[in-house]
């Protein structure tokens, strides 16, 4: 029995693709939060406790890319296609952020407040079109063959665009969370607040993607309903009520501090989960599975001997960066 390349190049993706999410996600998070601290000081700490670590992030950004391109070439040049303007969007808002995440730090004070502002834009611009690309992924996309036939315009839907806002919610709540755990006192206090309204308001949104889904897609509501799947799939639902009941409890409380954080990333998980379980096996939906976009096998090959070397080499460099910058980050000092 031969291996299966398609599949070990589809779960390598998703895994980048996850990496990138929850490590990106809690960065983004601090920029869409800026708005809601006034306090030079406070927004200086927040930045700070990601500062030694938020370019290594979009590693994963970078391996996703690259590997769509190796494994799955097809689906590579129809996502840049039909995903064009919320893509495009994406990379101008992380640059921007990341532009304004150096200069706030040596622009003078009559110009720090407009850094401040192009920082939390540039935070909210890549993470809204980021759910605009998810959104519009999950509705499909026209194609003729594997030729794409829509139009620039038609990742934008109703459905997408909720999608976006969604998105927002859930890299908010990833920051809220970390800010707990890495900073105390007033802002630490200010973050536990937040927090809680945000995990309300994410589970709601999870509930209203998890029935609007179903509705548009009569084959994603087979997949969820119908029998013995119900059975397999129902403990993805139940484990969200359990994360988030659990998640408001522990945000009322003062202690742990790292419990919160952790609890978001099962979220976060479970919403990914879902997704995989909506989707698979397509890789453009609703017609193009992972074997039909997939690249020749001595490619595909080729290319996952180098993936399989770099990728524990990023998962240690990343680790030790996290280690040797651990602890909290007091309001008024630099990071350490």
């Not at 280690?323 to 007091?330: I, L, P």
Request: net charge neutral; hydrophobic share 55%; aromatic share 16%.
């Amino acid at each position: 029995m031969g291996i299966d390349l398609p599949l070990i190049w589809a779960v390598i993706i998703a895994f980048g693709v996850m990496m990138y999410v929850i490590m990106d996600g809690f960065d983004l998070g601090i920029g869409i939060l800026f708005p809601f601290i006034k306090d030079r000081q406070e927004r200086d700490a927040m930045v700070n406790t990601v500062a030694p670590v938020w370019d290594g992030n979009e590693t994963w950004l970078v391996l996703g890319g690259a590997a769509l391109f190796a494994a799955f070439p097809l689906a590579y040049g129809l996502l840049l296609s039909a995903l064009y303007l919320p893509l495009m969007f994406m990379l101008a808002g992380l640059i921007w952020r990341g532009v304004s995440f150096e200069f706030r730090f040596k622009a003078s004070d009559r110009h720090k407040p407009f850094w401040d502002k192009a920082f939390a834009c540039g935070s909210y611009v890549a993470t809204f079109s980021q759910g605009v690309a998810l959104g519009a992924f999950i509705n499909g996309f026209e194609l003729d063959g594997t030729t794409f036939t829509g139009t620039a315009l038609d990742c934008f839907t109703p459905f997408s665009i909720f999608t976006g806002f969604a998105l927002l919610f859930a890299y908010a709540l990833l920051g809220s969370t970390w800010l707990i755990m890495k900073t105390a006192e007033d802002l630490q206090r200010r973050m536990r607040y937040l927090a809680q309204w945000i995990s309300i308001a994410l589970f709601f949104i999870i509930v209203a993607v998890s029935v609007w889904t179903p509705i548009m897609h009569s084959q994603v509501a087979e997949r969820w309903f119908k029998w013995p799947n119900i059975f397999w799939f129902a403990p993805v639902p139940l484990l969200v009520v359990a994360t988030t009941w659990l998640q408001v409890r522990i945000l009322q409380k003062r202690e742990p501090h790292a419990t919160p954080f952790v609890l978001s990333l099962v979220l976060i998980f479970l919403g990914y989960s879902g997704l995989a379980i909506s989707m698979w096996p397509y890789v453009i939906p609703p017609t193009i599975t992972i074997w039909a976009a997939a690249a020749p096998p001595e490619s595909m090959g080729f290319a996952l001997v180098g993936t399989l070397l770099i990728i524990p080499v990023i998962l240690v460099y990343t680790a030790w960066s996290y280690y040797v910058f651990r602890g909290k980050q007091a309001v008024g000092e630099g990071y350490h």
